[in-house]
């Protein structure tokens, strides 16, 4: 597979494992168990967990910010292995440092099974509930979950292993990626899953392993001692667990044969140095897009700064009383419907930890997408498209909409079960609540320098800020920092309508999107939206936009007369989204323009050379920006992958996906038509 194709999303994933009598899993396509018969826990701990000295290891760790371990591992399972190194993390591990579990697997359970295989470890219970209540949909691609408060990080990569490797980084400039600590190899047994360790397999092992990276893993099967051994592991055969004469174990020396193949597309999204300095950060803007990159820095331990030119945080576009927890079903297999589903998984999940406990900030009281008279086959090929995945989307017909908005509609449609709606300055306020973060609000800041130890950020009051890293999440006026014309962002204003909640009766009860949208009431207020109009302007809700709502809410709900409504007495209110012309964010690293012009001038002759050169980025300076109509979903998974590259942790995002939302696509396209001056 080419690293920018996607795996296919209808071809469904889910392994259905017979149960032996004794409650173990077993594989009929491989056959064999999930784990040992005899004591399976006793034995995950003894091969994986002892053999790669977790134990002592991690008692050693240093307490301090920025400590990361990171554990690789070929098939996840039942999670068993996942959920005891997490256990023993817990007991052992200093407080601050951070565990990221990076498992891939190509057949998982679904959360049924998951549970029926854990339910035999009681002991573990504390572990399994969170994992089950996270465990995601069962799409291909990373899915990350995070635990005891961000500590702990579950990457389960759904995909064959040799694509998963290669999204890791294996196979282009492999120095780049963050490598292994350890290594838990457990495919089924290589003579029944030689795919699974086969030469091409462990070369990628390698490749994402440094010296003293050790391995663990219960075969001694000779063509993976062989293959290990020829990718510059030392290993050694030691008692196995129980009954089992030997297992392996191995250390990464450092030595790789043969190298990394050279690329076969230019790698200009791959960026190469993490910033400078002491763990400190400056974000620019505190919507959404910047509230959540603080965040996601603030749990690596990063200190953050965060300039607000307003009087107060989630004053733009992310200060309506209600945002919509929005998806498009990708009707391809592409890396934009992959970022766009992804994205929301994670949303959801983010959302979820973010206001646990409290009810007034999130309602995930499931969403609507309803068809028109048109467009009725085109969402019912979308659903069948997604009927691997009822608990991401199913096909409702007008009778069931109904029931479930309890409001009377003419049509059906998509059903997303698991989304709803949040209060965006809440959600901003939320996350930017944390010990590292300092929030200075009526902060403009007027220009930015690159300097020897990082950035220097000129408030408009006068008066300056210095930091390693720094993060423009300003939405549309980035470029007023970034550079006249660096990315192509424009606002496209928008006006929500506030119908009190006597106008409507009766209300859904959960949101329902045609062309517009409405929400179940909130507080005094029904939210209906959203205007569309080009350009920038002012911040006065205008009569048009309101009956342009009202409009499209008559379209959603038959029974709702728009004409009865005197728009003169309407609340409402206007923000400005930032739009990129294919309706994506710009997530990560910003470009070098004049190094990227002379680095890829080639590109103009022949778009397809692969020029093996890394994005020339200005080290230490990203963007979060161009959310679109969808920020509320799209900006926490980009907040993770913006802060994993700071932090030098591994990438939430897969490199294809690294690639879709890097802020230099726009100038590879222009350096490519010859349109860059
Ligand atoms: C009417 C409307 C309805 C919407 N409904 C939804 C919805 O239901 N669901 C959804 O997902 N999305 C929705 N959106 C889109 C969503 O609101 C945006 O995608 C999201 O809020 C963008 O967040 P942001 O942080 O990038 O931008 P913003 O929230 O606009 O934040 C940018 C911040 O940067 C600050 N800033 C700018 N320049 C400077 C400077 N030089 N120095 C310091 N600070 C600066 C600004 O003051 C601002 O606070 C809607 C948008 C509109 C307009
Ligand atoms: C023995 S089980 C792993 C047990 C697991 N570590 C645990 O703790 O329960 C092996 C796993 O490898 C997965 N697998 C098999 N072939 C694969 C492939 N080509 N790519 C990725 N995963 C694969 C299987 O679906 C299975 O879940």
């Not at 063509?223 to 009954?243: C, D, E, M, S």
């Not at 004409?563 to 309706?583: F, Q, W």
């Not at 200005?618 to 979903?633: E, F, I, P, Q």
Request: net charge neutral; with cysteine.
């Amino acid at each position: 597979m080419s690293s920018d194709l996607c795996p296919p999303i209808a071809t469904p994933r889910a392994s259905e494992p017979e149960w032996l009598a004794d409650g173990t899993p077993f594989s009929r396509e491989f056959n064999d168990v999930y784990y040992s018969r005899d004591d399976g826990s006793a034995e995950s701990r003894y091969v994986f967990l002892d053999h790669n000295r977790l134990a002592a290891r991690w008692a050693a760790l240093p307490d301090a910010p920025g400590t990361l371990f990171v554990i690789h591992e070929t098939g996840f399972g039942t999670g068993l292995n996942f959920l005891l190194a997490w256990q023993l993390w817990q007991s052992v591990a200093p407080a601050s440092a951070r565990l990221v579990f990076r498992s891939l697997e190509a057949f998982p359970l679904e959360a049924d099974a998951l549970a029926r295989a854990l339910q035999r470890w009681p002991v573990l219970e504390p572990f399994t509930r969170p994992l089950l209540g996270a465990w995601p949909p069962l799409l291909p691609g990373l899915h990350t979950l995070e635990f005891d408060g961000g500590q702990v990080s579950l990457q389960l990569y759904i995909g064959d292993v040799r694509e998963a490797l290669e999204q890791c980084g294996a196979d282009t400039h492999p120095e780049l990626a963050v490598k292994a600590d350890a290594w838990f190899l457990d495919g089924f047994a290589p003579a029944r899953n030689p795919a699974m360790w086969d030469d091409a397999v462990m070369r990628r092992v390698a490749a994402l392993s440094k010296p003293g990276t050790t391995l663990a893993t219960f075969t001694v099967a000779a063509a993976v001692r062989t293959a290990l051994a020829k990718h510059g592991f030392t290993l050694a055969r030691v008692p196995g667990f129980g009954r089992k004469r030997d297992m392996l174990t191995g250390v990464f020396d450092g030595e790789t044969a043969p190298g990394p193949r050279p690329p076969t597309q230019t790698p200009w999204h791959l960026a190469a140095a993490a910033p400078r300095g002491d763990r400190r950060a400056i974000v620019i803007g505190a919507g959404i897009a910047g509230a959540t990159c603080a965040r996601a820095l603030a749990r690596r331990g990063w200190r953050v700064t965060v300039l607000e030119a307003d009087a107060a945080p989630a004053t733009g576009a992310s200060g309506n009383p209600q945002g919509m927890l929005f998806t498009q079903l990708p009707a391809a297999d592409t890396p934009h419907g992959e970022f766009t589903l992804h994205s929301f998984m994670h949303a959801l999940r983010y959302y979820a930890e973010l206001f646990a406990g409290d009810s007034k900030g999130l309602s995930p009281c499931g969403l609507l997408q309803l068809h028109g008279p048109r467009d009725a086959a085109a969402l019912a090929r979308l659903a069948e498209r997604f009927a691997a995945y009822p608990r991401l989307v199913r096909l409702v017909d007008a009778a069931q909409a109904s029931a479930l908005a309890g409001v009377p509609l003419a049509h059906g449609g998509l059903y997303l079960p698991a989304s709803g709606w949040i209060v965006p300055p809440a959600a901003c306020g939320r996350a930017l609540d944390h010990p590292l973060i300092e929030t200075l609000p009526g902060c403009r800041v007027r220009a930015l320098s690159a300097e020897e130890s990082g950035w220097r950020v000129q408030l408009d009051a006068g008066g300056m800020l210095q930091a390693g890293a720094v993060i423009v999440a300003t939405a549309a006026a980035a470029n007023e920092l970034l550079g006249a014309d660096a990315l192509p962002l424009s606002p496209l204003r928008g006006q929500i309508t506030l119908l009190p909640r006597a106008a409507l009766t009766p209300a859904p009860r959960c949101v329902v999107c045609a062309e517009g949208y409405v929400a179940p009431p909130h507080g005094e207020w029904i939210c209906c939206g959203a205007s569309f109009v080009r350009g920038a302007g002012d911040f006065v809700p205008t009569a048009g936009e309101h009956r342009g709502n009202l409009q499209q809410l008559q379209e959603i709900l038959p029974f709702f007369d728009a004409t009865a409504v005197d728009v003169a007495t309407l609340a409402g209110r206007v923000g400005y989204r930032a739009s990129t012309p294919d309706r994506l964010p710009l997530a990560g690293p910003v470009p070098d323009i004049a190094a990227f012009r002379e680095a890829y001038a080639g590109l103009q002759r022949n778009a397809r050379l692969p020029i093996d050169r890394i994005g020339p980025y200005r080290r230490g300076l990203y963007v979060s920006a161009g959310h679109g109509s969808r920020g509320l979903t799209s900006a926490p998974l980009c907040a993770e992958a913006i802060a994993a590259a700071i932090a030098g942790e591994p990438s939430p995002l897969p490199r294809r996906l690294q690639r879709t939302l890097s802020p230099a696509r726009f100038l590879i396209r222009r350096i490519i038509k010859g349109q860059l001056p």
